[in-house]
């Protein structure tokens, strides 16, 4: 319960107290990273937050089946078709492995505040204003990223996502306790715009000097499954000449796609790898590596993955091994809302800028009016423990969240 | 129980009889490789079957409180310091994940079978014979290779051993059920030598058309830890100049250990990997590779590694991360006693081979008079599925192995 963070105090003092209520849920002690996966411990405790947030400011709390919750200012009901439709806010509260206290948790707190600041200065919805948390963001438990909106926006097949397995085997049907309901035209038709405040994944605001900036577009990406098939040996035994080694392949293959990646200036990643049988004195059988690929053009990428394509298909042939590259996902570019992203820059005279991360905003852009806003991340780093946000920037993303949603959606 | 095949039949269809006993125990029906981790409920089971055999035998079975078996042809008491000692053979039944049939059963199954030649052709012995089961021969379940033979010949300290964890955290002590006996000098004391036979590891007596071999000696061997730290990050937000990513460094070292072993005449394997956090959209905090390294001679292993750590090094000043080598486990040369080995090739007309696979044998060869025999492999593939041995060598290694024991053991 909030009931101390909803009224007084200044609101940098209002952010930590709130902040610090979540800081320890999911925490590992020996990273000092987070382990937030999609309906483990943790994250449910960070939904019954969220439960007790709205409830603590009387929002009526909705679901729409996918395993997402959203808490209402104003009546949901309102926002039918021939109004202007809701605005919805909001974040996603999972996180990778050992990933950041911001990236997802501080878009869903800045949007209570947000509420909280709009209240406090007498201000009303003129249409509703929703906060959103999604789930699966990071795709860090079931593989697939963004898969609450996902399905909430119609882009997944619920039966494929019912069937996504953890590392476990646990589908994500039984750990959302259903088969997941998909595509929600009634509620994606009521809304009227998405704005999503996110921790920056890079150093561009840090660099100019800005609290908080404004997303102009989502670079395509893609993930690639790159399996590497040699033949299991004796590590000892085996003359060098004899092997086929698919630890070679997949060494030249890693150090290839940093290359390629640098003279395209885009952003190319093996940042996990699978070994059988993963034994010291083994040559392995296979290994198995995953690429992330992003740039920003789309033909940019095409070109970086065929050139690595070419040039592991020939160390292959020289290390007598196989190789087969399968796409797991490939997401096309997201420019956002043109006229949204000018007039929320112009409002909080904030810069423009890209960003290379996915963003459950990237898949609502694709229905409704999206915008997203960034609050500065000193250390630019993201993923990772080291992942850091001032409090003043945070209360500062705050006020912009609630100038935006005044701008929007208040009289 | 073994009845049927102690007795009857030509000796191939007896040693096959044998083998298809063993052969579904451990066998994982997806690779065709074996999974007989020590102490696992397969490897249990073949050391059930190993009481069955000796007790079929009217062998008596003793252990040495390290979890190594011994069944004895003739008393064991009878082999004390005034006598030449008691002969012994064997192997180990523990697997590498996924492994042959062959490697480690095939000595303890010839040794049986060599015994009943020597029965059936009336003769007796003239000093005790000992058939061993070594523990732990591969290091598959706790790490570190020859722990069995290691113990009992008083080469590990039994606390180390006794705190030996598997991946799930279990201690060889608790998979032991006690706290390792360690070196038995009054058990070492009592042996006048040790003949292990085992499957060839390579190609060379293919190569030459024969059989059977007699090893020379143990190329010395090592294995390292390779720890590459960097700093986690997005995947895809992070500007490739920003990263400190080091699976870059992984990967060069992989290339480099490869190169390095071949300008050598050497051989060298990084067969093992592990990621933090290994996510696909994160950039490693830190990547563990394993380097299984092995030579004719110990300097130019010496030389291979100092050349790799400065390769390597170089490479994590580039890439902006730190390498840290830990020596895991060095492993001197073993020269097989000479004259036992020289005697054997004689009596069996073999060809003698050096290996580079470390074996229990070259453990015991700093104790007592040791020596190796080789049956052709004519896949050259071991620790694999691919591992094969023809049932007719098998026989001739198992007639080889009654004449060596006849020859130092019987009257």
Redesign the interface.
């Given at each position: 319960m909030l009931s101390h963070s909803v009224e007084e105090g200044p609101l940098v003092n209002r952010f930590r107290a709130c902040w610090d209520e979540l800081a320890p849920v999911g925490r590992d002690a020996g990273?000092g990273?987070y382990l937030r996966y999609a309906f483990t411990p943790p994250e449910l405790r960070l939904r019954d937050w969220f439960r007790d947030q709205a409830a603590a400011r009387g929002m009526a709390l909705t679901e729409d089946g996918n395993g997402n919750l959203f808490a209402w200012w104003g009546d949901p009901g309102t926002g039918d078709a021939g109004s202007d439709g809701a605005i919805l806010t909001g974040s996603h509260f999972d996180s990778?492995?050992?990933?950041g206290a911001y990236d997802g948790p501080l878009g869903i707190v800045s949007a209570f505040l947000a509420i909280d600041e709009l209240r406090a200065a007498g201000m009303a919805p003129a249409r509703p204003v929703g906060v959103a948390a999604f789930v699966e963001e990071?795709?860090?438990r079931f593989g697939v990223?963004c898969l609450g909106s996902r399905l909430f926006a119609g882009a997944i097949d619920p039966d494929r996502a019912a069937a996504l397995t953890d590392a476990a085997g646990t589908t994500f049907a039984a750990a959302l306790g259903r088969r997941p309901a998909g595509a929600r035209p009634d509620l994606l038709g009521n809304l009227g715009g998405y704005v999503e405040l996110h921790v920056e994944?890079?150093?561009a605001l840090a660099e100019v000097g800005a609290p908080v900036g404004v997303a102009s577009a989502i670079?395509p990406?893609g993930?690639w499954r790159l399996e590497f098939t040699g033949?299991?040996?004796?590590?000892?035994?085996?003359?060098?000449a004899?092997r086929r080694?698919p630890?070679?392949t997949?060494?030249?293959t890693?150090?290839a796609a940093?290359k390629e990646?640098?003279l395209r200036g885009a952003?190319a990643?093996?940042?996990?790898?699978r070994?059988?049988?993963?034994?010291?004195?083994?040559?392995?059988?296979r290994v198995t590596g995953?690429l992330?690929a992003?740039a920003a053009e789309p033909e940019t990428l095409t070109e970086l993955v065929a050139a690595l394509r070419t040039k592991a298909a020939e160390r292959a042939r020289r290390d007598g091994t196989e190789l087969v590259v399968v796409e797991e996902s490939a997401t096309p570019p997201v420019a956002f809302d043109t006229d949204l992203g000018a007039r929320l820059a112009r409002l909080l005279a904030a810069p423009a800028l890209p960003?290379?991360?996915?963003h459950d905003a990237g898949v609502l852009a694709g229905h409704v009016p999206t915008a997203m806003l960034f609050v500065r991340n000193p250390t630019?780093?993201?993923?990772?423990?080291?992942e850091a946000a001032g409090d003043a920037d945070c209360a500062a993303g705050v006020r912009a969240l609630a100038e935006v949603l005044a701008e929007l959606a208040c009289r």
């Open positions: 990273s990273g990778v492995p050992h990933g990071e795709g860090g990223p994944q890079g150093r670079w990406h993930r033949e299991a040996n004796h590590a000892g035994t085996t003359r060098m004899d080694d630890m070679l997949y060494a030249f890693v150090l940093n990646a640098r952003h990643t093996v940042g996990r790898v070994v059988e049988p993963n034994a010291t004195n083994a040559i392995p059988s995953w992330d992003r960003t290379a991360a996915g630019g780093v993201s993923h990772s423990p080291a």
